[in-house]
T-cell receptor, first 114, second 111 residues
Framework: GAVVSQHPSRVICKSGTSVKIECRSL??????MFWYRQFPKQSLMLMAT?????????EQGVEKDKFLINHASLTLSTLTVTSAHPEDSSFYIC??????????FGDGTRLSIL | QKEVEQNSGPLSVPEGAIASLNCTYS??????FFWYRQYSGKSPELIMF????GDKEDGRFTAQLNKASQYVSLLIRDSQPSDSATYLC???????????FGTGTRLLVSP
């Protein structure tokens, strides 16, 4: 089945640090990748939609300068949380899809900012 | 009105019973329907998807879709304690790329 790899699985760092999260589709070419954030006991919240080779489309209220998304190839997208602060601590999850196939999710990255 | 609605639960069923999870959606243009399972602290995992009216079966899981009633459901037969999780209903309009998720139904299967 479709496999999406996300790395790292957990990050703990100091306030002000920038953190990069990678999302790779291992056995298919992902025409579109998505980045979500989930706070404890809350629903998934879509942050942005990313198509290969073009700028990401951010959801309302998500700061594009804060959450930098790069989708340089059909198998890799990255999310960089710039100058992270404690309120950015959350569970970040990517997903990928090929054409009209279902989205498959990575294992998520638990980000803790001290 | 929320775009995709689910009862938050918890839905409690005994082991071996049928668990019935329901979802309604508001966008009549929705074409694709998905059920994801999410264990606590983990990311969602695709369980079923359905595009046409009727039933679709895969092992112990059956997805049911009724576009006229804007209703999609997931049946889990012979429920196991390992099925205890939050089940997310997601809907997609082919005119848009993103999935719209419900808030999820928490299922508890007791031994």
């Amino acid at each position: 089945g479709a496999v999406v790899s996300q790395h790292p699985s957990r990050v703990i760092c100091k306030s002000g640090t920038s953190v990069k999260i990678e999302c790779r589709s291992l056995d298919f070419q992902a025409t579109t990748m998505f980045w979500y954030r989930q706070f404890p006991k809350q629903s998934l919240m879509l942050m942005a939609t990313s198509n290969e080779g073009s700028k990401a489309t951010y959801e309302q209220g998500v700061e594009k300068d804060k959450f930098l998304i790069n989708h340089a190839s059909l198998t890799l997208s990255t999310l960089t949380v710039t100058s992270a602060h404690p309120e950015d601590s959350s569970f970040y999850i990517c997903s990928a899809e090929q054409g009209n196939q279902p989205q498959h999710f990575g294992d998520g990255t638990r980000l803790s900012i001290l | 009105q929320k775009e995709v609605e689910q009862n938050s639960g918890p839905l409690s069923v005994p082991e071996g019973a049928i668990a019935s999870l329901n979802c309604t959606y508001s966008d009549r243009g929705s074409q694709s329907f998905f059920w994801y399972r999410q264990y606590s602290g983990k990311s969602p995992e695709l369980i079923m998807f359905i595009y046409s009216n009727g039933d679709k079966e895969d092992g112990r899981f059956t997805a049911q879709l009724n576009k006229a009633s804007q209703y999609v459901s997931l049946l889990i037969r012979d429920s196991q304690p390992s099925d205890s999780a939050t089940y997310l209903c997601a809907v997609k309009n082919t005119g848009f790329q993103k999935l719209v998720f419900g808030t999820g139904t928490r299922l508890l299967v007791s031994p």
